[in-house]
């Protein structure tokens, strides 16, 4: 209870309004507000996935937001052979753990204090984790720590940016706005693909390990996190529970339906993957796990589910493990109040 209690700070301190907004309206499976359809069921979610045609670059949607932080339209542009073949070199990296040993090496270096009583911050491991999985992936020899800092920062601008009230649309087919870190980011990355790779890479995972560590600190969850069979259902139920990228915002290209309601054309939809994944209701167990089927709507659903789950799981259960060694305890932890996704900017540990 208290790793929920402390958890919930992240979407508190970042997000009041919106989380408050959504907080109330759950109990209902969608609700339609204006022009805006908050969906919280499980079933509405995978239909606003999967049964309602999306325009996967509108302002406003993820797609449109990871064009302004760099990426290209190739991914999210809906069956095209390069949105496939994006898809298909995330899948490839992973298959014969190629990128494996530069997470681990990351991990063993930078845990080293607190086997003589130092103080590590899970957030900076992240970070740099990230960063050198991501030039990996890619093949590019930019500092990790300077690549993801740049993920992290084009994905907060183009957020901030394309979230803001009253933001006036941009005309279709209009290349997006892109700031300062966008452009350095696709610098770093080699390319726009490549940048929207590490936004999605990066952005995610710095919000999900700090939070996932914090989390086995206050429950006391290291003997699952240190068990080789119990780690992966931990590890499925934490992504279920953190729900790393709780909302998906989209925006319908044509009519259909969501659980039994009419959307329209240029409605806005907000997934609530958080609520589908039934992250609010039950806590992470290793005895009594969500069906699969529920935890893995926390990356998505259909054509466009996230290719990187795999990747994700892979380094969240070797960080999990790295970790269980010294049986953590936070010492320190601030809300990153300006991130992309909701998250720490600090959770400083020590050794149990
Ligand atoms: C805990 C970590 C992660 C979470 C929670 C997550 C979640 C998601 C979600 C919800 C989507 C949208 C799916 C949809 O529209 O149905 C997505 C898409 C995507 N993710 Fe992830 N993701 C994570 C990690 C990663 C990693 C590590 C990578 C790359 C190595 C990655 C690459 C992508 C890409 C390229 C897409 C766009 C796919 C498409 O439009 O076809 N993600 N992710």
């Given at each position: 209870m208290r790793a929920r209690r402390r958890d919930r700070l992240v979407y508190l301190l970042s997000h009041p309004f919106l989380f408050a907004l959504l907080g109330a309206t759950r109990f209902a499976s969608s609700v339609r507000i204006g022009r805006t359809v908050l969906v919280h069921g499980t079933d509405g979610y995978v239909d606003g996935l999967t049964r309602v045609p999306l325009d996967r670059t509108a302002p406003g949607s993820t797609g449109g937001i990871a064009r302004a932080a760099g990426g290209a339209d190739v991914v999210f542009d809906e069956e095209g052979p390069e949105h496939r073949s994006t898809r298909r070199s995330v899948g490839q990296a992973l298959a014969g753990s190629r990128l494996a040993p530069v997470w681990q090496e990351v991990?063993?270096?930078?845990?080293r204090p607190l086997g003589t009583g130092g103080t590590v911050d899970v957030v900076e491991v992240a970070v740099e984790l990230t960063g050198a999985t991501a030039a990996a992936l890619l093949g590019v020899d930019a500092h990790p720590v300077r690549l993801a800092r740049a993920a992290r920062r084009a994905a907060a601008d183009a957020a901030r940016d394309h979230l803001r009230p009253g933001?006036?649309?941009?005309?279709?087919?209009?290349?997006?706005q892109r700031s300062d870190a966008a452009r350095e980011l696709i610098e770093l990355a080699g390319s726009e693909r490549g940048a929207m790779l590490a936004v999605a890479a990066v952005n995610t995972m710095v919000s999900a390990l700090p939070r996932a560590v914090a989390w086995c600190a206050d429950d006391d969850l290291w003997s699952a996190a240190a068990d080789p069979v119990r780690r992966p259902v931990l590890v499925d139920e934490l992504l279920r529970v953190l729900a790393p990228s709780p909302l998906l915002p989209r925006v319908a290209a044509g009519d259909g339906t969501v659980a039994g309601r009419p959307v329209r054309r240029g409605d806005r939809l907000i997934l609530v993957?958080?609520?589908a994944a039934h992250a609010h209701r039950r806590g992470p167990s290793t005895v009594d796990p969500a069906p699969p089927k529920v935890a893995q709507l926390v990356f998505g659903a259909g054509p466009h589910a996230c290719p990187g789950a795999r990747l994700a799981r892979a380094q969240l259960a070797d960080a999990l493990a790295a970790f269980a060694v010294y049986r953590p305890v936070v010492v320190r932890a601030a809300v990153d109040r300006s991130a992309a996704?909701?998250?720490?900017?600090?959770?400083?540990?020590r050794a149990g």
């Open positions: 991990l063993r270096q930078r845990l933001r006036r649309p941009q005309k279709p087919g209009r290349r997006p993957a958080r609520h996704l909701p998250g720490w900017s600090t959770v400083e540990v």
